[in-house]
């Protein structure tokens, strides 16, 4: 009898084999006979007895978990209205808890927005300023004074910024979180602060000014209500409206640059600041809305050198603020925001180091205002202040002479700029801020008048990225005649997102 060929047995049994699985695992239904088949395949010695268990284990275990016969259904006799129609939450389709938002850079987290937005800006700052002199000593003056011209790379009037920005509405409040870190590029000395004097020399390092973190709530008809630290409210307008916010203006000092320049601070306007608040803001009514807010009280503080100091705080900085929009349509095709703002603060000797060194108190007070027009691409901003021991320069610099009485003060400003094409802005500026003497007071190297004209050109490269040129004459008087003054040009980008 011819024996089979090994080859050939097993081609055999794989064959064998694999028409067995194919039964054995397509049609599970037929149990009989695939009983019949793997006891037939295990009789021929096709299945060894351990293959043999092992299949008929799995069929038994697969049989288990298949799932039942569908079942014959029987013909609908009326269609169930749509209404009628119930769905399962667990099954329904979901919102993404965490999406896009529509524009600027952030998300919706549920039922809160978070923003982020800021702004990084680099300039090249030339400056050429009057060799010091007995005759150009300007005490409190803010035009450089020096042997030589100097050069800078270095931030403008704003330094960088990152904010981190929270929204939320909770039974029914409008609810807002704000966090501001402003740093600056050059390295600093660190003793005053973020913003304190330069430090040109290697291995420095640069300040981080947390000017910002508050919250509001509010609603549409209720108003707002704000509590922390944030921009005050007295010449808010002015700086917002400054031409050169975003470029450099009057630089300061240059030959150690700070992280940040005077631009028209000092020059027009006083410096509304960052001060720790709790504010209300209105609802806007046809256009007029008002603010008023208690905030903490600042030192009157010697600036120039020959200036006291109060320091005693007995009760809180009050601010307040008016602004009205006209209307659309109301000048025709002109626009226009017209706006006033106030702000009182009682000063009192806190003794030895104050002046007077007594319980004598003085209320300073302080009033501006303003308005900005619109035309096409033209734009002109008109703004004046004055002020009883209010200072100038920075709220309550040099507010009053060093036996404590207050001085007088006053500035203005006027600007005007012109936008071509939505990209290109040309505009020029000129300002003026005076301090009058104490009764009875004679100090002659004391700043009488700062003053500059700025010329200034903004290019948009992009949504984020501006060009911008200028030119600044910056020039100081003193209360005797001295005089000082300087030239800057600068060049660089600002860049928000």
Do not use: C
Not at 226 to 252: C, H, M, W, Y
Not at 373 to 384: E, N, P, R, S
């Amino acid at each position: 009898m011819k024996q089979d060929n090994p080859d050939s047995v097993v081609a055999y049994r794989t064959a064998a084999l694999a028409g067995g699985l194919v039964l054995l695992l397509g049609a599970p239904a037929f149990a009989d006979t695939t009983d019949d088949l793997l006891d037939k395949l295990r009789a021929k010695g096709i299945l060894t007895q351990q293959e043999f268990l092992a299949l008929k284990q799995r069929k038994t275990t697969e049989q288990r978990q298949a799932p039942p016969p569908p079942v014959a259904q029987q013909p609908a006799q009326e269609a169930a209205p749509a209404s009628a129609t119930r769905v399962n939450p667990a099954l329904a389709p979901s919102t993404p808890f965490i999406t896009m938002m529509d524009k600027g850079i952030g998300m919706h987290i549920g039922p809160v927005d978070l923003s982020f937005s800021g702004n990084i800006n680099a300039f090249y700052v030339h400056d050429m300023p009057d060799r010091l002199s007995p005759s150009t000593t300007v005490l409190g003056g803010l035009a450089n004074t020096g042997g030589n011209n100097s050069a800078s790379v270095r931030n403008g009037l704003l330094p960088g910024n990152f904010s981190i920005n929270l929204k939320t509405r909770q039974e029914g409040y409008d609810i807002g979180v704000t966090f501001g870190f402003y740093p600056g590029l050059n390295s600093v000395s660190g003793v005053g602060g973020a913003n304190s004097a330069g430090n040109a020399r290697a291995l420095g390092t640069s300040g981080i000014d947390f000017r910002q973190q508050f919250v509001t709530v509010g609603t549409p008809r209720m108003g707002t209500f704000k509590a922390g630290r944030d921009i005050g409210l007295f010449a808010q307008e002015a700086i917002l409206n400054d031409f050169t916010l975003f470029g450099v203006g009057s630089p300061g000092g240059n030959i150690a640059p700070s992280n940040t320049t005077f631009g028209r601070i000092g020059l027009g306007y006083i410096y509304t600041d960052w001060i720790p608040q709790i504010t209300y803001t209105s609802p806007e009514f046809a256009g007029l809305q008002g603010a008023a807010g208690v905030f903490t009280p600042l030192n009157a503080f010697n600036f120039s050198g020959v200036s006291g100091t109060l320091s005693a705080h007995d009760e809180p900085q009050i601010q307040a603020k008016v602004t009205y929009t006209v209307p659309d349509g109301t000048l025709g095709p002109v626009g226009a925001k017209f706006w006033t703002n106030m702000v009182t603060q009682n000063f009192k000797s806190n003794g030895i180091g104050d002046a007077p060194a007594t319980s004598t108190s003085h209320r300073a007070l302080g009033g501006d205002v303003g308005a900005k027009l619109t035309l096409g691409g033209a734009a002109l901003m008109l703004y004046g202040y004055t002020g009883d021991g209010i200072g100038t320069t920075g709220l309550f610099f040099d507010a009053v002479s060093a036996t404590g009485e207050k001085r007088s003060s006053n500035g203005y400003i006027g600007q005007l700029t012109y936008t071509f094409f939505e990209r290109l802005t040309v505009g020029g500026s000129y300002g003026l801020s005076h301090l009058g003497l104490a009764n009875g007071e004679v100090n002659p190297l004391l700043v009488k008048d700062n003053e500059s004209e700025s010329f200034g050109i903004h290019y948009k490269l992009t949504d984020w990225i501006n060009l911008v040129t200028e030119y600044t004459h910056t020039h100081s008087r003193a209360q005797g005649g001295n005089a000082a003054s300087e030239d800057t040009v600068a060049a660089g980008t600002i860049v928000f997102f």
